[in-house]
């Protein structure tokens, strides 16, 4: 692309306007600035600073721990990178489920310490009044069902969630509370595929799936499974895209091999 041509970059209202269309939004995560600037030039809609960083960047076991300020500085470094792509961030666990002031509060830092475009945020009705609070400040809000990692504890496990009508049932009513609310869009996360299919075509605004089927009106994946560096992570729901863990470790081989026996540096790469 030359210098003077202006990208076009998505917005809430692009998102809007491709759901309306049938055209698909891919998402996927982003957590630092080299990795954003690959994503992005490469065409993704979306980029989610996702509290996934909690397990990919730092090594947590969930995504608990991860804190408001260390958020703001992933995403910081993912807006930095960014030209095109809508840019979202989690709220992390404890910055929004206190009341909705809390939440409005933590929103704000997202979006003035960090220069991104939108927050998400875990949970159905319960969460509406927070939604309400920081849409209303003119915020955009993601919301997030199904398999929310954040109640973890809660859950017990991390298998496919409303498969009982029961849960089914309060899905449907929380996706409908979360367009009522104001959400811009909602996560679908590890549901049965006829659900995420009803959800879809009982609301209005995009339904991102992760786990959730092909109806939805598009997908997100963590970056790190999809390039393959989460090793040993297979979910059925992954298309791992590149064996990179194998690869990292195969060049490292390679570099120390090079090191040890003096072929590196050579002749060409000194001064
Ligand atoms: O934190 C994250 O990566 C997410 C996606 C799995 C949707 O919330």
Redo the contacts with the bound molecule.
Sequence with gaps: MSVHQEVKRVTTHTLQAMKVKGDKIA?L?AYDFSMATILDEAGIDIL?V????SNVMAGHET?LPITLDQMIYHASAVVRAVKRALVVV?LPFGAYQGNSKEALHSAIRVMKESGAHAV?L?GGVEVSDSIVRIVTAGIPVMG?LGLT?QSIYKFGTYTVRAKEEAEADKLREDAIALEQSGCFSV?L?KIPAVLAKEVVQSVHIPV?G?GAGSACDGQ???INDLIGLTKGFKPRFLRQYLDLYREIGAATQSYIRDVKSGDFPNQQEQY
């Design positions: 998402m995560t989610l996702g509290d996934s960083a995504t989690d998400k875990e997030h990692p996560v996360e991102i992760i997100v994946l963590v």
